[in-house]
């Protein structure tokens, strides 16, 4: 839950101190929110196909990617469809945005879900049952134990890859917002983040190993 505070700085502000860094990160990594979040752009980090599931186009290899929306309960659906199936199967339930990769195996399905304006919900889903991991939960509390992060630090965690035989998860810790009230603050606490990665085992959500630094590890399964 959000603090309360006398006055926050404006997204503007945050978002012009913080993008020489930020955008680096992106750049370096091939992932941020606002790419995941961009019509009919497919984001391909460390070989796994990021695709918005409300794009015609976001199919991978005869998989095919749908969402339908509710607009009494604002509740979207993600949908699946198989090769050789003759319809698509519900996948995963949500109220805002997601992007979804198709595991290289094709069993799971690894998603980003941007359940607020400030809040990042990382999952696997098993194609077969339906059944959903929350692999980022156990990153995020890692990272809590082993950095201690300032209070005034909104962070989160992001999936990034998986490894070839889709048994491990690699996320990292994003900085998505500075509760901050003056901009000389923000300038002082965004020096204070300190980027992570982590490897999550995608059967059990069991965090297995970290890696300091913006950019992804060279090696990781």
Not at 34 to 44: D, L, R
């Amino acid at each position: 839950m959000e603090r309360k505070v006398s006055r926050l700085v404006p997204v503007c502000i945050v978002l012009t101190l913080c993008c020489t860094s930020l955008l680096r990160g992106a750049s370096a990594q091939g992932v941020s929110q606002s790419q995941y979040q961009q019509k009919g752009t497919a984001i391909q980090p460390a070989g796994l196909v990021w695709v918005d599931p409300t794009n015609d186009a976001a199919h991978t290899d005869g998989y095919v990617f749908s969402q339908t929306f509710n607009p009494q309960t604002f509740e979207r659906v993600v949908y699946l469809k198989e090769p050789g199936q003759p319809e698509p199967k519900a996948l995963y339930e949500h109220y805002r945005d997601v992007s979804v990769a198709l595991g290289h195996t094709r069993k799971i399905v690894f998603i980003n879900d941007f359940s607020a304006t400030k809040q990042i919900r990382v999952v696997v889903v098993k194609i077969a049952d339906g059944s959903t991991l929350d692999v980022g939960a156990p990153v995020m509390e890692q990272y809590t134990r082993d950095v201690k992060p300032d209070p005034r630090l909104y962070l989160n965690p992001e999936g990034y890859a998986l490894s070839p035989d889709d048994r491990l998860a690699l996320a990292r810790i994003k900085l998505t917002y500075l509760s901050v009230p003056t901009k000389e603050e923000a300038e002082e606490v965004q020096q204070l983040f300190q980027p992570r990665w982590y490897v999550v085992d995608t059967r059990s959500g069991l965090v297995l190993r970290s890696y300091p630094g913006e950019n992804p590890p060279a090696s990781w399964y």
